[in-house]
């Protein structure tokens, strides 16, 4: 993959971040995502659901309440973006197939572009098959009211930096040698800056934000948006790779580790609240739910949900946004 960049580069010139993330993620037959599961122990990195069942669990319990608020439609599309190894809605219909009237209502629809980890998400939820559909966009799902989730999304989408120095802004790009230079840009925006301040723009997470919020408005639902990231811009360079469960320069294994960003979510979903995903998972019974396990290790138990709600580890880091 680097070689294959290293040309795209010689003969396109300097390319922007989101180029450089497009390329090394997503590229149809050589990308980090479309060759491979990077999740779990042996993978490069692990998400909350892959964590512990309890995560899903309790946003089974969030996802229930949403149902009780719409009327109890009997039909509903129940939308995961970028499933992983969908770990997640596993948990979920495992959770709410006792809740027959709510499991009959729920058309599952799985958006993922990835066709190696589409297989992957039949195989593991293949005791579910008949309630779901992959999709590649929330533009294939029919008209109705929709529950949107996305975990672990936003921050692996592509993303532009721009830098400011001497009273302007400079777009960072990469070049052919895997170097950062920076070029003029016609790019303004509002605020007061000082030099090295960094603004990273998502244009992709920003057309599928306002997606998710079109269609919301126009059919009804809900959704629930869980990253890592911040409520404002944090004027930050963000970017970074992981590798077997170890931060590397994003240059090192280009094709082969996992690069991701900070999620701006002022950016993205600016009229809504944020809470932390501690708060979040504590408001809706981790708790109470964590009790009723069939996890009998206390010490097991307490260590998971440490992880998942300490505000020094995932519980602060993470923000939720509630649609």
């Given at each position: 993959?680097?070689?294959?960049?290293k040309?795209?580069?010689?003969?396109?010139?300097?390319?922007?971040?989101?180029?450089?993330?497009?390329?090394?993620?997503?590229?149809?037959?050589?990308?980090?995502?479309?060759?491979?599961?990077?999740i779990?122990?042996?993978?490069?990195?692990?998400?909350?659901?892959?964590i512990?069942?309890?995560?899903?669990?309790?946003?089974?319990?969030?996802?229930?309440?949403?149902?009780?608020?719409?009327?109890?439609?009997?039909?509903?599309?129940?939308?995961?973006?970028?499933p992983?190894?969908?770990?997640m809605?596993?948990?979920?219909?495992?959770?709410?197939?006792?809740?027959?009237?709510?499991?009959?209502?729920?058309?599952?629809?799985?958006?993922?572009?990835?066709?190696?980890?589409?297989?992957?998400?039949?195989?593991?939820?293949?005791?579910h098959?008949?309630?779901i559909?992959?999709?590649s966009?929330?533009?294939?799902?029919?008209?109705?009211?929709?529950?949107?989730?996305?975990?672990?999304?936003?921050?692996a989408?592509?993303?532009?930096?721009?830098?400011f120095?001497?009273?302007?802004?400079?777009?960072?790009k990469?070049?052919?040698d895997?170097?950062?230079?920076?070029?003029?840009?016609q790019?303004?925006?509002?605020?007061?800056?000082?030099?090295?301040?960094?603004?990273?723009?998502?244009?992709?997470?920003?057309?599928?934000?306002?997606?998710?919020?079109?269609?919301?408005?126009?059919?009804?639902?809900?959704?629930?948006?869980?990253?890592?990231?911040?409520?404002?811009?944090?004027?930050?360079?963000?970017?970074?790779?992981?590798?077997?469960?170890?931060?590397?320069?994003?240059?090192?294994?280009?094709g082969?580790?996992?690069?991701?960003?900070?999620?701006?979510?002022?950016?993205?979903f600016?009229?809504?609240?944020?809470?932390?995903?501690?708060?979040?998972?504590?408001?809706?019974?981790?708790?109470?739910?964590?009790?009723?396990?069939?996890?009998?290790?206390?010490?097991?138990?307490?260590?998971?949900?440490?992880?998942?709600?300490?505000?020094?580890?995932?519980?602060?880091l993470?923000?939720?946004?509630?649609?």
């Amino acid at each position: 993959m680097r070689s294959y960049i290293k040309n795209f580069i010689r003969e396109q010139g300097s390319i922007s971040f989101s180029k450089f993330i497009e390329l090394s993620m997503y590229h149809p037959t050589k990308g980090y995502y479309m060759t491979r599961n990077p999740i779990g122990k042996n993978g490069d990195y692990i998400t909350a659901p892959e964590i512990s069942s309890l995560f899903g669990k309790t946003v089974a319990v969030w996802l229930l309440e949403q149902w009780e608020k719409l009327g109890k439609p009997r039909d509903i599309a129940l939308v995961e973006l970028g499933p992983g190894s969908g770990m997640m809605m596993f948990d979920i219909l495992n959770t709410i197939r006792g809740i027959k009237p709510f499991y009959d209502a729920v058309t599952v629809y799985m958006v993922e572009i990835s066709p190696f980890l589409r297989s992957i998400q039949m195989e593991k939820l293949s005791s579910h098959i008949c309630k779901i559909r992959w999709c590649s966009s929330i533009d294939e799902i029919p008209k109705g009211e929709i529950v949107i989730l996305a975990n672990e999304f936003f921050d692996a989408l592509p993303i532009d930096q721009f830098i400011f120095s001497g009273g302007n802004f400079f777009e960072r790009k990469i070049t052919e040698d895997f170097q950062i230079d920076e070029e003029e840009t016609q790019k303004e925006f509002s605020g007061e800056f000082s030099d090295g301040d960094i603004i990273e723009i998502s244009s992709l997470g920003r057309q599928i934000a306002s997606s998710i919020l079109a269609r919301i408005a126009k059919y009804g639902g809900s959704g629930l948006v869980i990253d890592y990231g911040h409520a404002t811009c944090t004027r930050r360079n963000t970017v970074q790779a992981v590798k077997g469960h170890r931060f590397i320069d994003i240059f090192e294994n280009i094709g082969e580790s996992d690069i991701t960003h900070e999620v701006d979510f002022s950016s993205l979903f600016p009229s809504f609240k944020l809470i932390t995903q501690g708060d979040f998972l504590s408001l809706y019974g981790i708790f109470e739910i964590a009790k009723r396990s069939y996890i009998t290790d206390t010490a097991v138990v307490e260590q998971t949900l440490s992880r998942l709600i300490d505000q020094d580890k995932m519980g602060r880091l993470f923000k939720c946004a509630i649609i």
